[in-house]
């Protein structure tokens, strides 16, 4: 499946879908912090955004409001970003991780848990030959 391609509030709607299942476009509305609550209709075109994106898909239909459900994994929309970021950085990761070391955004237990995947992909890559 392609991953699709999020703008920040579809991501923002997107994260309400993954961490509370299928809703309605007022109930997703709803769960925005009053102070900065998008209008109805801006919710309701960032869903339809979000449906032609393939993103989400309608469930079942509630009176007259339709439900929606993510068809789209959170870890599937983080991969995408995360490859879109590397791009900036013409793919290289050394100048990403001498940032976050020097900000204090990577620690040592990330990087061991790093080291344990890598351990990991590379046995599974050695049971493959």
Same mark, same amino acid.
């Given at each position: 499946m392609v991953k699709p391609r999020l703008s920040k509030l579809e991501l923002q709607v997107m994260n309400i879908f993954w961490e509370r299942g299928a %809703?309605?476009? =007022? #109930?997703? %509305? #709803?769960?925005?912090? #009053?102070k900065s609550r998008p209008a109805y209709?801006?919710?309701q075109?960032?869903?339809?955004r979000l449906e032609a994106k393939e993103a989400l898909a309608r469930a079942r239909k509630l009176g007259n409001a339709h439900v929606f459900q993510a068809t789209v994994s959170r870890n599937a929309a983080q991969r995408r970003l995360v490859d879109e970021? $590397? @791009?900036l950085?013409?793919? =290289?990761? %050394?100048? $990403?991780m001498s940032h976050l070391v020097e900000s204090g955004k990577l620690t040592l237990e990330d990087v061991q848990e790093a080291e344990r995947r890598l351990r990991e992909l @590379?046995? =599974?890559k050695g049971e493959r030959k």
């Open positions: %809703q309605t476009v =007022r #109930e997703v %509305q #709803e769960h925005f912090p #009053e209709t801006t919710v075109t960032v869903v339809n970021f $590397l @791009a950085f013409g793919g =290289r990761m %050394q100048p $990403l @590379a046995k =599974r």
